[in-house]
């Protein structure tokens, strides 16, 4: 059985921030405790993949959801949970159903019987029992996927991430495009994908916050892929000029470096601000971002997500792009009526 702790990234955390202050390439934003749930989260949903067999994982039919309280201990969380033993060590193949209250990095685990029948269950769980306050992971067994839930956030907002295939391939920054594409396909490709973006999606208006939606969701996407096999994320993050919207790195040593930088934005279906100037000022935002880190960055990324009615490229954006040596990508998202 393999332990959750022994499925790491390939690179040395500690030295990965270590180099980053050293070299500089940006600000790397110190984990919260949230953060740290979700990835303890991650760590042991992929150490129960390895630990039983696909069709053993598959007939757990039924959700597990992770709870995670920044205010309270995980006893006055839910009281009559029981303490689950060596929790992440056991490893336990029988999780469907089942509420499981914890503490940040999952060493204290304490277990109950919720009768989840299905995703929704658990999600509306936190709400009828007044634990949205409460950071969650809902685990999705058959579908090797899992929901994340914000703190105070509208549960049905949730982030869905798929764990995907064991793989033990290193990351490269060659694969980048295709992960993109996946990320695409699964969330963003149709109204009903994984990404829940559309307030209304026949009528193709937006929800008010669809682009950080998209950023949070294709943040967590690539952690639980690329993430596991060597590359390094973040979001939000300062560089010398300016906020880039996602990062990629990858260490070959502590003090050798990669990196490639995305800019995202949605072209709105109403046209403000205007699709044309938006997509172009991300091409100049990466430009500045980059600047005195050319020989580390190996791709900047401008990725547009087209909500406008018509599936159609803008004239001036990829000779603008070819240009400036970034990588324009534009994703047309699919409603009722266009492009379905």
């Given at each position: ?9 390939l ?7 270590a180099?980053?202050?050293a ?5 790397l934003?110190?984990e919260?405790?949230?953060?740290a ?17 696909e ?31 060596a929790?992440?060590?056991t490893?336990?193949?029988q999780?469907a159903?089942?509420?499981f209250?914890?503490n940040e990095?999952l ?7 919720a009768?989840?029948k ?22 999705l ?14 549960p ?17 920054f060659?694969?980048l ?10 969330s ?24 950080r939606?998209i ?14 096999y060597?590359?390094?994320l ?5 560089t010398?000029?300016?906020r880039?919207d ?11 470096w990669?990196?490639?930088?995305m800019e ?12 044309r ?6 091409i ?19 990725c ?37």
């Amino acid at each position: 059985m393999i332990n959750a702790d022994d499925d790491k990234d390939l690179l040395n955390q500690t030295l990965a921030a270590a180099a980053i202050n050293a070299v500089g390439p940006g600000d790397l934003e110190a984990e919260t405790h949230i953060e740290a749930f979700v990835r303890a989260c991650g760590d042991f949903l992929r150490a129960w993949q390895h630990a039983h067999k696909e069709e053993r994982r598959y007939k757990q039919t039924a959700p597990a959801m992770f709870i995670f309280s920044p205010s309270q201990l995980p006893e006055a969380v839910w009281p009559a949970a029981k303490k689950a033993l060596a929790f992440k060590n056991t490893c336990a193949l029988q999780v469907a159903g089942l509420l499981f209250v914890c503490n940040e990095n999952l060493r204290l685990v304490l277990q109950a019987d919720a009768g989840f029948k299905s995703e929704g269950d658990a999600l509306e769980f936190l709400d009828t029992h007044g634990l949205k306050g409460c950071a969650a992971v809902v685990f999705l067994p058959e579908q090797d996927a899992f929901l994340i839930h914000e703190p105070n956030e509208d549960p049905n907002e949730a982030a869905r991430v798929d764990l995907g295939p064991v793989s033990t391939e290193p990351f490269s920054f060659a694969n980048l495009d295709e992960y993109l594409n996946r990320f695409y396909e699964d969330s963003l490709e149709t109204h009903d994908g994984d990404c829940d973006i559309w307030a209304n999606a026949t009528k193709r208006k937006l929800k008010e916050e669809a682009e950080r939606q998209i950023q949070r969701s294709l943040n967590a996407f690539f952690k639980w892929t690329i993430g596991r096999y060597g590359a390094k994320l973040d979001q939000e993050i300062k560089t010398r000029r300016g906020r880039s919207d996602l990062r990629v790195l990858k260490f070959h040593s502590p003090t050798e470096w990669r990196q490639a930088i995305m800019e995202l934005k949605v072209l709105r279906p109403d046209s403000s601000p205007n699709a044309r100037d938006w997509a172009l000022e991300g091409i100049n935002q990466l430009v500045g971002y980059r600047k005195g880190e050319e020989q580390q960055t190996e791709a900047c990324y401008l990725c547009c997500y087209d909500a406008r009615p018509v599936d159609v490229d803008i004239p001036e954006v990829l000779p603008a792009a070819l240009g400036a040596n970034i990588l324009s990508r534009r994703y047309f998202m699919k409603t009722p009526g266009c492009g379905l």
